[in-house]
């Protein structure tokens, strides 16, 4: 039976504080479990997450273990949107586990309905338990953010037509290309300039011309620069999770599911029509805890940039043009786009133009991209690691 929600008079709106933290991290961590108990990835996840956002470091091996239940009745004066945000935390740290155990799945599902949350992001967990991974790719496909597509409001990716399909192709589109090709004429420290330089540093096509990515993918493209994120897959989960927890709505939790599904375990083996599936970045022989930091400060980012707007922000429904010619430092003002933690930079994030935040590939296709053109070819600084 689900815990009803608080009145407007019983709601708590503060931050949890230590014993409500304890309470959490206790019901996450049993809900995510696995036969043999919590993996490394798991445990990394669940503490660095858990500091992020709520400044606690909890030991998360030796905290009383809540069931459903018990859990439910601990969020009893917390208010829908706070109990989904716990839901989506167990979703994450499920979604992490290859083999995905049935059980598991049916537990957080138990966790979910005690707190009264339905996530479309559970039915695609389920089936991934059970080994469909083409039904999970085609529920990514018609829920989650995917869900808010509305093919009339979308004068913020200036195509020359009407898009039917979130993640529709546009590579015969000359006015696009043009538009974005433009933007290199943009100021010097301006937001459109680093843009310009950054699809120009990896051979990246402009939107509208063959090869290129579809319209509301590019999107994140700016928020790439904007948040000082690298282009490497490992930066692809920062970009995302930054961009999911910004979005108030719980449909955008979708995205970073995504990308885990993509690029931890290769339950899906495409994305966002675009990304192909590559294993195993968050579990990196060596890296996990550097990774579980990263993901973590991602997202603490995310809520600060929410934070500052009434009903969270939709990065990815932006017209990015209208701030192209704009200082960044002034547009992540505005956006409320915080700086990286140390423990972030410690643990390897970095910028577009820096060692490590471009591909070989991607430097590569820049240099033959560069020779094309009929130009010397810089990267701005970005080197492979």
């Not at 992001?121 to 039904?135: D, E, P, Q």
């Not at 994140?220 to 979005?247: C, P, Q």
């Not at 955008?252 to 339950?267: D, H, K, P, Q, R």
Request: aromatic fraction near 8%.
């Amino acid at each position: 039976m689900p815990v009803p929600l608080p009145t407007a008079d019983e709601v708590k709106v503060a931050p949890p504080d230590a014993e409500e933290v304890r309470m959490i991290v206790g019901g996450v961590a049993a809900a995510v479990a696995p036969p043999g108990g919590l993996t490394g990835l798991q445990k990394m996840m669940i503490g660095s997450i858990c500091e992020s956002m709520t400044g606690f470091v909890v030991p998360v091996t030796r905290l009383p273990r809540l069931g459903p239940d018990e859990f439910g009745r601990a969020l009893a004066n917390r208010d829908a949107a706070f109990r989904t945000r716990m839901v989506h935390w167990m979703l994450l740290c499920e979604l992490v586990l290859k083999p995905l155990p049935e059980e598991v799945t049916a537990r957080v599902e138990r966790y979910a309905a005690e707190l009264g949350v339905e996530d479309d992001i559970m039915r695609v967990a389920r089936r991934m338990a059970r080994g469909s991974y083409g039904l999970a790719l085609m529920d990514f496909k018609r829920s989650g953010y995917m869900d808010t597509w509305d093919p009339k409001q979308t004068e913020h990716l200036h195509t020359s037509g009407e898009l039917h399909d979130a993640l529709q192709e546009c590579v015969d589109d000359p006015a696009l290309v043009q538009r974005w090709a433009a933007l290199t004429e943009c100021p010097p420290g301006s937001l459109g300039q680093a843009v310009a330089r950054f699809y120009a540093a990896r051979g990246f096509a402009f939107p509208g011309a063959p090869g290129s990515a579809p319209p509301l993918l590019a999107q994140h493209d700016w928020v790439h620069v904007l948040a000082d994120y690298g282009s490497t897959v490992e930066s692809e989960i920062e970009v995302f999770a930054f961009i999911a927890r910004a979005n108030d709505d719980p449909r955008a939790f979708s995205l970073l599911a995504m990308v885990v599904s993509l690029f931890e375990t290769g339950y899906l083996a495409k994305g966002a029509g675009l990304f192909e599936y590559d294993p195993g970045h968050l579990s990196q022989a060596g890296a996990e805890e550097q990774m579980a930091v990263r993901l973590a400060d991602a997202m603490y980012r995310g809520a600060k940039c929410a934070a500052a707007h009434e009903h969270g922000i939709d990065l990815l429904a932006i017209d990015w043009f209208e701030h192209a010619g704009r200082a960044i430092d002034d547009v992540r003002a505005e956006l409320g786009v915080v700086p990286k933690s140390e423990r972030a930079v410690d643990a390897g994030s970095v910028g577009p133009w820096q060692r490590g935040g471009i591909t070989p590939y991607q430097y590569a296709a820049g240099q033959r991209a560069a020779e094309a053109a009929g130009r010397a070819y810089d990267s701005y600084g970005a080197v492979p690691a």
